[in-house]
């Protein structure tokens, strides 16, 4: 028998689209024991809390109140990270990338060869991962085999929901961080999907969180050999997510039409591998030039968006405003190390800073045009749903995660910004009445007072602001979390 629903009451954000979210101040929003989403009922007095419930047919389920401060949200979606560069934050930003992977990343990964060194490494990434709000992330681990099923061992123990790739990468890479063969590359793939696949089913639900997605690296790291034998591995396996990058840096660009000097452009080297579909994750896409952004749209692909990596590869700023217009999906990613950090927030700050550089740069042309992303700043709407509902889209996971309706899993975030010493967004309130000579505006509704919540959390907050952190309903991490 099902048990008891856990019920939640206290504001809401609930990000609706690029141009909309809810702000529900007094919600009440009730959990199954499968950690799905039963009901929601808004505007719910403290006076009706227990009449809302005895009208759901559940008095006896648990109230878990949130308090002045707190707000509930959907988990973030990293659409696009690299666990085994997690030790690399803060290193090698000199460089771009061809450069960069060379001097500072392919060392790095090449250490995973050792599995304990594996196992210490990502217990701490996962558990750092988690308590950034990440509910979802899409991981890619390095070229080995036994490492990545550890990644993912973790990930399934602490109740992450996740993509778990291995790199395949047969080429173009030092002696000693490459792949012997396309068929060793393979068969290391299908080793890691028949692995996360088997995993045993979570005591807490019968929903499987951790998937497999297959990592062909980049181009430039794979021969033709081995792209065909990805395709038809992907074509005999279409629920198979695919991952890989694109359309980074200039040099990188060039590089992959000099390998493959039949194709019209580099989006067109994975279409003719079928490697381009509707499950199909592509970081970056800074270059693209239109045909490409016209295959992908037609190709139902989606885009990971990492501007702190991309700034700090100095690869360039991606023209997110344009994408969206085409009406392709785009998530963000924090492509760590790429990105120096492993939160979500940051992507969003640099999502917002990126296309107000674009923004900038086409001030004062008439490039602007109504109800349009090109050329806008993002606003706080479209910044939240690209944080969570995006990522979604692109992971094809729509329907079960990245907002709160019926039937959803509860992937979820209590987020605090009340003021303590410890609190990087607390807000600061004005006194009311105002002191003589302060601020004579008028008092905010709560509705206003959580929108300012919201934006400042997205600014100015980090992990010390995420108190509690669900996936299908099982608390897995933040700072009251202490397993
Ligand atoms: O940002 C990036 N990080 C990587 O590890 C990588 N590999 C190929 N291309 C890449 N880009
Ligand atoms: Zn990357």
């Known amino acids: 028998m099902a048990g008891l629903p856990t019920i939640y009451y206290g504001a809401v954000v609930n990000p609706q689209s690029l141009t909309s979210y809810q702000a529900l101040a007094r919600c009440l929003l009730a959990v199954s024991s499968e950690g799905t989403i039963d009901w929601i009922v808004d505007d719910v007095d403290d006076s009706m809390v227990q009449e809302v419930m005895s009208q759901k047919g559940c008095v006896d ?19 696009h990270t690299h666990a085994p560069q997690v030790p690399n934050m803060g290193s090698g930003q000199q460089h771009e990338l061809l450069d960069w992977l060379d001097n500072v990343t392919f060392p790095m990964e090449a250490n995973f060869a050792d599995v304990e060194f594996a196992r210490e490494t990502y217990v701490e990434v996962v558990r750092r991962v988690i308590n950034c709000g990440t509910t979802m992330c899409c991981y890619y681990g390095t070229l080995h085999v036994e490492a990545t099923k550890i990644l993912a061992e973790i990930i399934h123990v602490k109740g992450q929901r996740a993509f ?20 060793a590359s393979v068969a290391g793939a299908r080793e890691l999907i028949t692995y996360i696949r088997s995993l045993p089913p979570s005591p807490h639900t019968t929903t499987p969180l951790v998937h497999p997605i297959l990592t062909p690296r980049f181009a430039i790291s794979c021969t033709s050999p081995l792209l065909s034998s990805l395709q038809s591995l992907a074509l005999s396996d279409p629920a198979l997510a695919i991952q890989t990058h694109i359309s980074e840096n200039p040099s990188e660009i060039a590089f992959t039409l000099s390998l493959f000097p039949n194709a ?52 360039g700023v991606a023209p997110v405003g344009d994408l969206l217009d085409r009406g392709i999906k785009v998530g963000l990613g924090t492509d760590v190390s790429g990105g120096f950090s492993p939160s ?13 550089v674009i923004a900038m740069n086409a001030r004062d042309t008439s490039a602007v045009k109504d109800g349009t992303f090109a050329n806008r700043a993002l606003t706080i709407p479209a910044l939240l749903y690209l944080a969570t509902m995006g990522g979604a889209e692109v992971c094809c996971l729509d329907k079960q995660i990245g907002n709160f309706s019926v039937s959803k899993s509860f992937d979820a975030l209590i987020i605090n910004v009340g003021k303590d010493n410890a609190n990087p967004a607390a807000v600061w309130g004005e006194p009311h009445p105002p002191r003589k000579g302060g601020n004579h505006t008028k008092p905010k509704s709560k509705k206003e007072e959580l929108d300012g919540w919201l934006e400042k959390f997205l600014f100015c907050g980090d992990d010390r602001n995420i108190r509690r952190v669900y996936v299908q309903g099982r608390l897995i991490g933040g700072t009251a979390f202490s397993g």
């Open 61 to 79: 389920a648990e109230v878990v109140p949130l308090r002045e401060g707190e707000f509930l949200m959907p988990g973030f979606v990293d659409t």
């Open 264 to 315: 019209s452009s580099y989006a067109q080297v994975y279409d003719s591998f079928s490697l381009l579909r509707e499950n199909t994750i592509l970081a970056h896409a800074v270059h693209l030039q239109d045909e490409e952004k016209q295959l992908i749209k037609e190709r139902k692909a989606g885009i990971s968006h990492c501007p702190t990596s991309n700034f700090n590869l100095s690869s």
């Open 344 to 356: 979500i927030l940051t992507a969003v700050q640099h999502a917002s800073i990126a296309s107000k």
């Open 164 to 183: 778990v790739g291995k790199c395949n990468m047969d080429r173009n890479s030092p002696d000693y961080y490459v792949e012997p063969s396309p068929e």
